[in-house]
């Protein structure tokens, strides 16, 4: 039986087992730097595999080694994220979640089980071929500075250093059954901007009196639109976003501060670190000049991901064997950001995506949305190609 046919042979097997994983994961979803019972639970599954595992990294991480039985070569890392959203579920389902406000609203179950699953298979076919497989179960992919960020500081790509990185994540657009990749620049940068535009409150009849922080910030929003419009080059794709303008006053109260909050993203360091100079300059000039004050705070996120050229070609030879080539999608530029972006900064790597939706079984939901389910079909695909992209990383 040749490799291809082996591990969908071992994917079948294993389904129904994964299945019962990723819905135990679903039902009890913990928040960025609280998957305490999540890496528990990892755990336990490696244990059951015999296989060797360090804990605490960063936290609630984990990192498991599976050597192949053909000797010493390459390294190749494998990773999943652990961490849910603050999120109250809305779908009817056996395995809802039991976390009231807690959800796994972007798949991050998915990902563990199918790296589970792929842990199996590989653990299986150790004959197969030589070198190491490097399991990287991360935790605090939604929350800054980023759990990927967190264990390359403690480590996790030394002792033994892998030379390329895969990363796999859920994908609502493709249906089940395809998966899609982009070489080079694919997800954005992020940085969060924090205004507090302050001024001087009174009664909404007498404006004279006030410095009105409502009119500021308004001036201030739009303003800041024309650094993407008229500062940015055409060729680097930038958003600057604000999803929360909060004054708290009333009808005829005129409140003393207002703060703005919203997002900045791109995909060139140069033009990050000059944007955000002007998003500061330019709310503090505004402020000022209107009779006010504004204090910025900058919370700097994750860095631009960049596909590797040549292991997202090789992603795609893998993907057309295993699923054919009529399923494997180019994707377009996202300016989503995804905390994986760090492990690319730093070693060849590879961020793909799983198709997951079927809408005639309600799965059609958008992540990061309180009805967000997947089609489970999905797990024996992703968690067979995980173990081929390894296997053919490592010489099979």
């Keep these: 039986m040749d490799l291809i046919a082996k591990i969908r042979e071992l994917s079948r097997i294993y389904f129904e087992d994964i299945v019962e994983i990723r819905r135990h994961l679903h039902a009890h979803p913990e928040l960025s730097m609280q998957e305490h019972e999540t890496s528990e639970f990892i755990a336990q599954?490696?244990?059951?595999?015999?296989?060797?595992?360090?804990?605490?990294?960063?936290?609630t991480g984990?990192?498991?080694?599976?050597?192949?039985?053909?000797?010493?070569?390459?390294?190749?890392?494998?990773r999943a994220d652990m961490d849910a959203l603050p999120i109250d579920e809305a779908n009817d389902v056996s395995y809802k979640s039991l976390n009231p406000g807690v959800m796994h609203a972007c798949g991050h179950d998915v990902h563990m089980s199918c790296l589970l699953g792929a842990t199996r298979i590989l653990n299986e076919l150790r004959d197969y071929w030589g070198g190491t497989v490097k399991l990287i179960f991360q935790p605090s992919e939604e929350t800054a500075p980023g759990g990927a960020k967190l264990m390359i500081d403690e480590g996790v790509l030394q002792n033994p250093a892998p030379e390329s990185i895969f990363?796999?994540?859920?994908?609502?657009?493709?249906?089940?059954?395809?998966?899609?990749?982009?070489?080079?620049?694919?997800?954005?940068?992020?940085?969060?901007?924090?205004?507090?535009?302050?001024?001087?409150?009174?009664?909404?009849?007498?404006?004279?009196?006030?410095?009105?922080?409502?009119?500021?910030?308004?001036?201030?929003?739009?303003?800041?639109?024309?650094?993407?419009?008229?500062?940015?080059?055409?060729?680097?794709?930038?958003?600057?976003?604000?999803?929360?303008?909060?004054?708290?006053?009333?009808?005829?109260?005129?409140?003393?501060?207002v703060k703005i909050e919203g997002t900045f993203r791109t995909f060139n360091e140069k033009w990050r670190a000059e944007a955000l100079q002007q998003i500061t300059d330019m709310a503090i000039g505004i402020a000022k000049g209107m009779g006010g004050d504004c204090?910025?705070?900058?919370?700097k996120g994750y860095p631009f991901l960049v596909n590797d050229d040549?292991?997202?070609?090789?992603?795609?030879?893998?993907?057309?064997?295993?699923?054919?080539?009529?399923?494997?999608?180019?994707?377009?530029?996202?300016?989503?950001?995804?905390?994986?972006?760090?492990?690319?900064?730093?070693?060849?790597?590879?961020?793909?995506?799983?198709?997951?939706?079927?809408?005639?079984?309600?799965?059609?939901?958008?992540?990061?949305?309180?009805?967000?389910?997947?089609?489970?079909?999905?797990?024996?695909?992703?968690?067979g190609l995980m173990a081929y992209i390894a296997c053919k990383e490592l010489g099979c």
């Excluded at 984990?62 to 494998?78: E, T």
């Excluded at 989503?336 to 809408?359: H, I, M, N, W």
């Design 45 to 59: 599954q490696l244990d059951a595999m015999g296989i060797a595992y360090e804990r605490g990294i960063a936290g």
């Design 167 to 257: 990363g796999q994540h859920v994908f609502v657009p493709l249906p089940v059954g395809k998966v899609g990749v982009r070489s080079g620049k694919y997800m954005a940068s992020a940085d969060e901007i924090y205004l507090t535009v302050k001024g001087k409150g009174g009664h909404a009849a007498t404006p004279h009196l006030n410095v009105d922080p409502i009119v500021i910030a308004s001036h201030i929003v739009v303003a800041l639109q024309t650094i993407v419009s008229r500062s940015a080059k055409a060729s680097i794709p930038s958003v600057l976003s604000f999803g929360k303008i909060a004054g708290l006053g009333r009808t005829n109260i005129i409140p003393n501060e």
């Design 62 to 78: 984990i990192v498991a080694l599976i050597p192949g039985n053909k000797g010493r070569g390459k390294v190749v890392a494998l």
């Design 295 to 299: 204090d910025v705070y900058i919370e």
């Design 310 to 383: 040549k292991l997202a070609d090789a992603f795609r030879q893998y993907a057309s064997d295993y699923l054919g080539n009529e399923n494997v999608e180019e994707l377009d530029l996202a300016m989503t950001a995804e905390d994986f972006a760090f492990f690319s900064q730093k070693l060849p790597a590879c961020f793909y995506r799983l198709g997951v939706s079927s809408p005639d079984k309600g799965t059609g939901s958008n992540l990061h949305t309180p009805t967000f389910d997947v089609d489970e079909n999905a797990l024996e695909i992703g968690m």
